[in-house]
């Protein structure tokens, strides 16, 4: 098959709203994020991620939000699913079920909690491949995985399995970025997987960053990502200092807590998350709230 890259540019790595007392998937301000993040400037929304709290979701929830997100897009962006857990079985049905609903894609975590070896994560990425050619982007964690997925073993994942397409390095170590931006073959796209090093990966030649930031900033998000794409580099140093304090409250408590109570201030969902994830302590949300006062994008109402 064909290897094309799913996207290059921002795509936002898209939160899960919940109904007020937290009991189901609220499938109205779904779909409002969606056209929301589309008219902002998105170019791909990448559904059920670690953002997206995919854990704590059921799997008649999870189909929900797979078709909804599909529907809602109707074809304007990529929709790329996190199918990934770290059951090879289950992460086979995930992306089977995913494609079915007409997923653009898949993103495809290190497994957590087993500690695989580098060999035991290629053959659970050649198993997904067999059970579906849906094109995956491999997401590199070890932050929240206690797994790396090494340069040698995206680069040879990239040549040997055809149906993965991209990384997502969320390591925070540039030398191994640099490591597979120097080696991977031309159809391999390369994501920040970190809001706060998208422009250095932009400046050594990546393709774009799965964003939280860009749950809450769409609009100066992709514009500072489309402008450093374009090579405007001077612009683009302006718009990351502009937001850089919002981007580090995106990780004052775990995400998705801090974005997720940005976007209920501003009224685009409920304040709602699912345990283990809780709510926000009064302390930090003074603090992430006024990280991302003055941008006009959080001031029209959900």
């Not at 090494?150 to 680069?155: G, N, R, S, Y």
């Not at 120097?182 to 990966?201: K, Q, S």
């Not at 393709?207 to 090579?231: C, E, K, Q």
């Amino acid at each position: 098959m064909e290897n094309p890259k799913l996207f290059t540019g921002m795509g936002t790595a898209l939160v899960t709203p919940f109904t007020a007392d937290g009991d189901e998937i609220d499938e109205p301000a779904l779909r409002n994020l969606i056209d929301r993040q589309i008219a902002g400037g998105a170019d791909a929304l990448i559904v059920l991620g670690t953002t997206g709290e995919n854990p704590t979701v059921t799997d008649e929830e999870r189909r929900r939000i797979v078709e909804g997100s599909v529907e809602a897009a109707d074809g304007r962006v990529p929709v790329v699913i996190g199918t990934g857990t770290n059951s090879t079985r289950e992460s086979a049905r995930f992306s089977r079920e995913a494609a079915r609903a007409g997923a653009d894609g898949l993103l495809v975590v290190g497994p957590y909690y087993n500690k695989p070896t580098q060999a035991g994560f290629r053959a659970h990425v050649a198993a997904i491949a067999d059970a579906t050619d849906c094109p995956q982007i491999i997401y590199n964690v070890p932050g929240r995985t206690s797994f790396n997925v090494t340069a040698e073993t995206m680069l040879q994942l990239a040549e040997e399995v055809p149906s993965v397409v991209g990384s997502k390095e969320a390591s925070g170590d540039l030398e191994q970025i640099s490591d597979i931006l120097a080696h991977r073959p031309d159809d391999l796209a390369v994501y920040a997987g970190d809001d706060e090093i998208t422009l250095p990966l932009l400046a050594l030649g990546g393709d774009g960053v799965v964003s939280v930031i860009g749950n809450a900033l769409p609009n100066a998000f992709s514009t500072m990502v489309s402008t450093a794409l374009d090579g405007g580099f001077d612009e683009a140093h302006a718009l990351h200092f502009r937001m850089l304090e919002a981007m580090r409250a995106c990780f004052y408590e775990t995400n998705p807590i801090p974005v997720k109570t940005v976007l209920a201030e501003a009224g685009f969902l409920e304040e709602q998350f699912r345990l283990p994830i809780a709510s926000i302590s009064d302390e930090q949300r003074e603090r992430v709230l006024e990280a991302f006062a003055g941008f006009e994008e959080l001031d029209t109402r959900g």
